[in-house]
């Protein structure tokens, strides 16, 4: 099982930026993916995640509105619209079969990808 972020950046306020989540080694079907995020000096933070198993989606209140998750065969997309600084943070994407439906939970996912860095500044 492998996964791979790419997307991030240094985006204005306001801006938008696209993340993307490659995945390879198994079937995305059986997984949820989610994403998470790490700014310095804070705790990880669960963002968005969606299951294959029942279709469900979560989103953290902080980017509702913001943020679009999205898949398909082989990725998971994260659109993230209106950004601010304080999603300024590193952020990677994970999977788990554990789980049926989409959660925040980072102890129950099992491989995560590297990071990668979003800086939203003027």
């Known amino acids: 099982v492998q996964l791979q972020a790419s997307g991030g950046g240094l985006v204005q306020p306001g801006g938008s930026l696209r993340l993307t989540c490659a995945t390879s080694?198994?079937?995305?079907?059986?997984?949820?993916i989610g994403w998470f995020r790490q700014a310095p000096g804070k705790e990880r933070e669960g963002v968005s995640c969606?299951?294959?198993?029942?279709?469900s989606i979560y989103y953290a209140d902080s980017v509702k509105g913001r943020f679009t998750i999205s898949k398909d065969n082989a990725n998971v997309y994260l659109q993230m619209n209106s950004l601010k600084p304080e999603d300024t943070a590193v952020y990677y994407c994970?999977?788990?079969?554990?789980?049926?439906?989409?959660?925040?939970?980072?102890?129950?996912?099992?491989?995560w990808g590297q990071g990668t860095e979003v800086t939203v500044s003027s």
């Open positions: 994970a999977a788990t079969q554990k789980v049926w439906s989409a959660t925040s939970d980072a102890t129950m996912y099992d491989y």
């Open positions: 969606i299951s294959s198993k029942d279709g």
């Open positions: 080694g198994f079937t995305l079907d059986y997984y949820a």
